[in-house]
């Protein structure tokens, strides 16, 4: 299945390196608040916090790309997406702004590569390359379904 293009994608930064999601997966973006931990969750996911009474898991981008670790700090950000069914929130240093692609900026190149999980393309820039995330492919079947099931413990333990 060919994945369309994006025509406005969301771009953030962490560790200085910038990437971006497709505004159709962004629903809003919110300042970090403190997560309360997830027992039984995929490493990949660092807690989780309510959200106008929505439980929304916060996945660990920098575990996910070998990045080192830091405290959440209040200056970062979350995004908020949908990971196919699921809205999940991204914890980003920054989010920097919606920009519209041309077709002529988007490389699909990268999807294809071996060992490049998690990417939709690259978006050539004036200022350099731009990995786009494919978030339906971020956790794996198994972690959803770990995911899942902490989750469901979690509601029924409040």
Not at 37 to 54: C, K
Not at 74 to 97: K, N, Y
Not at 106 to 121: E, F, Q, W
């Amino acid at each position: 299945m060919v994945t369309p293009s994006p025509r406005e994608v969301l771009l953030f930064t962490l560790e200085a390196q910038r990437y971006a999601l497709p505004v159709e997966d962004v629903r809003e973006l919110v300042r970090a608040v403190r997560l309360t931990p997830l027992p039984q969750a995929p490493d990949v996911v660092e807690g989780l916090f309510n959200l106008r009474g929505e439980l929304i898991p916060v996945l660990d981008m920098r575990r996910r790309f070998r990045l080192p670790a830091r405290r959440l700090s209040p200056m970062d950000h979350f995004i908020i997406a949908q990971a196919g069914a699921r809205a999940v929130a991204l914890r980003v240093d920054r989010a920097e702004g919606l920009i519209p692609v041309e077709a002529d900026l988007m490389d699909a190149t990268p999807r294809h590569l071996p060992g490049v999980g998690y990417v939709a393309g690259a978006l050539k820039l004036p200022d350099g390359l731009v990995l786009l995330h494919d978030l339906r492919t971020f956790l794996s079947a198994a972690e959803a379904m770990t995911l899942d099931a902490a989750l469901v413990k979690e509601e029924a333990s409040r």
